[in-house]
Each structure stands twice: as C-alpha cells, then as structure tokens.
C-alpha cells in the first residue's frame, strides 16, 4: 500500500534487514511536534493554552504534560547524540541552509510567515537528525553507539 521507497528494506553485514519507513515516521514525528507547538498560522499548542481562560479543566493538564513529556525527550535525544557542538552546528547548518533559500529568492526571510515557517521546520529537522544521528553515525562509521564508556 505504501510506496516502495519508504518500504525499501536493506541488508546488514550482520544479515540483519533494516526497513527504511522509520526515517519517515520519525521525521514525520518531528515535524509534527515542532509544528504543533508552534506554526505562524495560530492553529498550535502554546495559542491553544494561552487563550484558555482555565488551564486546569479538562485534557488541558493531560496535553501540557504530553507535549513537556514529547519536547523532554526530544531534547534529551538531540544532546545525547549529537552533544552541545553537534546541535549547535545542526543549527548553523539549517541556518545556512535557510540563508541559501533567501538568497536564490525562494522564501523572503524579511516576511513573518515564511521565517515562521522556516524556523518550525528548521526545529523539526533538529528533532529529527538529533534522534538518528546515532543510526546515521553506525551507517557512516560503522560505530554503533555514540554514548562514553567506562573505559574513557
């Protein structure tokens, strides 16, 4: 049903098959949690909480909890595996990925919505490459784990 470069499966050395579909759920997952946090079309979580007049009532504090619980790990997995420099030049990467657009004239960063747009996507691939930068550390070196051991 699905589409077969997102079913692709390869082969290890180990003979071990990988399905490629957790690429696009994971980074269908981080966009999804940079988006909804925060759009420039209002439709997100924060304009959501700010306009409620009791924070308290109904599946308010259930959300709040989910989205803290969501960004928690985001974050832990972002300086996991790619530690203060790496998410720091996974920023500088995507900003100058942004800056490239604006100079080939394909979005106008001195217009609201499209820097909005821009800065939430640009968060979602944060999320995204922060939780396989290990899976794409193991593809590049061979190396599965990026984590010190005892021995360092």
Known sequence: MLPAFLTKTSTTKL?????????????????????????PTGSHFINYISHSENILSGFKPFGILLMLALWLLAIKSIFQSLKLYGAILTV????????????????????????????????????????????????????????LTEEE
């Open 15 to 39: 003979g071990k098959k990988e399905n490629h579909l957790q690429w696009w759920v994971t980074f269908i997952l981080s966009l999804a949690l940079a988006i909804g946090t925060w759009n």
């Open 92 to 147: 500088i990467i995507i900003a100058a990925f942004i800056w490239g657009l604006q100079e080939y004239g394909i979005i106008d960063i001195n217009q609201f919505q499209q820097v909005g747009w821009a800065a939430t996507i640009g968060v979602g691939v944060l999320i995204w490459f922060g939780l396989n930068a290990s899976i794409i550390w193991k593809k590049l070196t061979g190396v599965y784990t990026t984590d």
